[in-house]
């Protein structure tokens, strides 16, 4: 399994950021597997934001419930996510992946970063 984030790069303060993570060796559609977003700041760390499970439905991380949603689409086999009312503490390189037994798979991130 492959996986490629992209997304804008920099984006202002209270705009709403979108990302697309691109799925290889995978079909979204065929698969019972489910596809998750992390970011990792120099001082935060790596933070779990959300899920998006096979079925469709969403987990997404309690602080970030208001302002972000994560869909997928079957047909161009991409994970998408967008957050809004973005601050500048949301800079941070962000990730999709997705866990599959003792093995996980995860994207080479896209640098984000928020303007004030």
């Known amino acids: 399994v492959q996986l490629q984030e992209s997304g804008p790069g920099l984006v202002r303060s209270s705009q709403t950021l979108s990302l697309t993570c691109t799925v290889s060796?995978?079909?979204?559609?065929?698969?019972?597997?489910?596809w998750s977003w992390i970011r990792e700041s120099g001082g935060k760390g790596q933070k779990w934001l959300g899920t998006i499970l096979h079925t469709g439905g969403t987990r997404i991380d309690t602080p970030f419930r208001n302002r972000l949603t994560i869909s997928k689409d079957n047909a161009k086999n991409t994970i998408d996510l967008q957050m809004s009312s973005l601050k500048p503490e949301d800079t941070a390189v962000y990730y999709c992946?997705?866990?599959?037994?003792?093995?996980?798979?995860w994207g080479q991130g896209t640098q984000v970063t928020v303007s004030s």
């Open positions: 060796g995978a079909s979204l559609a065929g698969t019972d597997y489910d």
């Open positions: 992946g997705v866990i599959l037994g003792v093995s996980s798979y």
